[in-house]
């Protein structure tokens, strides 16, 4: 199994400023993932963060918008930028070992 | 494109009753299945997962899930409901295989009355 930690676990930010989300994984792994969750609904994908390389988004997602960074095989981050009220979500990040294990989520809301 | 339809947004089941919760999949190969619990404000808990094999398959908390093929389906059971089972429940299927990329439906919020 595998143990990831993410934080903050949830923020209050003004519109317009940015937002960076930290995801540590206790192992290394190859893939990771960031999903969004907005209010009453399910998970939609945002991307896939491979270390070493670009991310790639789902449609709908733009890196300018999400950036994404991967540094090493035990971490990456999630920006928000420019936010708006409609990014207020629950964001999660994921890594894949033989199944999906998830983050606690960061809940975040844009006032 | 691959999806996945939980058609029940919410169930309200007694507390010792049966539970059935429905999931349908579209993907063309064999499709790595999931069930995830999420209670309020908490994270994703796996609660059982199909790769292959036996299609019962047992999980955790006392849930189990049949896949069956010919109906693209992968329900969710479990034959006594407690009142700590009241949360949303995701089915997910895994984007070509074994990537970590899922696809999750709706979910289902199940309330359990007392």
């Known amino acids: 199994s595998a143990v990831i930690s993410q934080k903050p676990s949830r923020d209050i930010c003004q519109r317009g400023t940015s937002l960076t989300i930290q995801c540590q994984v206790d192992?290394?792994?190859?893939?990771m993932f960031w999903y969004r969750q907005q209010p009453g609904q399910s998970l939609t994908l945002i991307a896939t963060a491979n270390q070493g390389s670009e991310a790639t988004y789902e449609s709908g997602f733009v890196i300018d918008k999400f950036p994404i960074s991967r540094p090493n095989l035990t971490f990456s981050t999630l920006t928000v930028s420019n936010m708006s009220p409609e990014d207020s979500s629950i964001y999660l990040c994921?890594?894949?070992?033989?199944?999906?294990?998830f983050g606690q989520g960061t809940r975040l809301t844009v006032v | 494109a691959q999806s996945v339809t939980q058609p029940d947004i919410h169930i309200t089941v007694s507390e010792g009753a049966s539970l059935e919760l429905r999931c349908n999949y579209s993907?063309?190969?064999?499709?790595?299945l999931f069930w995830y619990v999420q209670s309020p404000g908490q994270g994703l808990q796996l609660l059982l997962k199909?790769?292959?094999?036996?299609?019962l398959v047992q999980g955790i908390k006392g849930f189990e899930a049949e896949f069956k093929r010919s109906q693209s389906s992968f329900n969710l059971r479990k034959p006594s409901v407690h009142w700590s089972d009241a949360a949303e429940y995701f089915c997910a299927v895994a984007v070509s295989g074994n990537t970590g990329k899922l696809i999750f439906g709706q979910g289902t919020t199940l309330q359990v009355k007392p």
């Open positions: 993907y063309g190969a064999t499709p790595y």
């Open positions: 199909y790769f292959s094999g036996d299609t």
């Open positions: 994921s890594a894949w070992f033989t199944e999906a294990f």
């Open positions: 192992s290394q792994v190859t893939m």
